[in-house]
């Protein structure tokens, strides 16, 4: 894989997408990927991307657009889609339970990326979300 | 996303769960492992087929647990492979569902 390819993967708001989006995902990342961002890397998109479907359907259909690039050790993965504008940056820090009947059903999607990813960043741009996320690969020995 | 059960005396049911626990396998394990959560008192789930969780199957997860609690019963996790143990120790689950590295700790902490 050259360090400027760019992959790119369009899905519908359906929840059936998101296979589609883990066979792709772990397709990519089969060469040269660490197993442990290959697996954040599939961790976060399913979150970030279920999330869009679930939460950002405004009349109907809309087009969820994923982009995966390699640059230099650091692989980047942007979401963008025209549903409603939400900024997951925004979204207030998830309380860890402490009793199993403390512990809160749900919301638990954008802490996981927030843990996974090195790095979220967010823009509203042309009535579009635009999340872009970062992993750092671990540079190994040289070949 | 794969359920099996299986009776393994004193009251304690193993539910074995299979394949990849993401949104479309959480969706799909829901009904059944609620089922199982309503009739069942102790309850030892084995993730170490588990490849890949995600949010929606640790609601599942908590509600399953949440659900055999409040029957004063007891659900346990047991040999989540790392990545999968790390998502859960990530969401907090570690501190409100026991985990167990073996069966048999599991099947202890049952009893």
């Known amino acids: 894989m050259s360090t400027s390819d760019v992959s790119r993967l369009v899905l519908r708001n359906h929840l059936a997408e998101l296979r589609r989006l883990a066979v792709w995902v772990e397709r990519w990342t089969q060469e040269g990927v660490s197993p442990n961002v290959s697996f954040a890397l599939q961790l976060c998109l399913e979150e970030a991307v279920a999330n869009v479907i679930m939460y950002g359907a405004t009349d109907g259909e809309f087009k969820i657009a994923i982009e995966l690039e390699r640059l230099g050790g650091t692989l980047v993965a942007r979401i963008e889609d025209n549903g409603q504008p939400f900024d997951p940056t925004q979204v207030a820090p998830h309380p860890l339970p402490s009793t199993l009947k403390d512990a809160k059903i749900g919301d638990l999607g954008i802490h996981l990326v927030r843990s996974f990813a090195s790095r979220m960043d967010y823009e509203r741009r042309h009535g579009r979300n635009r999340l872009t996320l970062r992993f750092e690969e671990q540079v190994g020995p040289a070949p | ?111």
């Open chain 2, 1 to 111: 996303m794969d359920i099996a059960t299986e009776d393994l005396g004193g009251e304690i049911t193993k539910v074995t769960l299979r394949g990849r626990l993401d949104t479309t396998g959480a969706v799909q394990l829901e009904l059944p492992f609620n089922r199982l959560a309503t009739e069942q008192r102790k309850v030892l789930v084995d993730l170490s087929s588990v490849s890949f969780l995600a949010s929606y199957g640790i609601r599942v997860l908590l509600v399953g647990a949440k659900i055999v609690d409040g029957k004063n019963g007891k659900l346990v996790l047991s040999c989540p492979a790392p990545s999968v143990a790390k998502v859960l120790k990530t969401a907090g689950i570690d501190q409100v569902i026991p985990i167990f590295d073996s069966e048999s700790t599991a099947i202890a902490a049952l009893k």
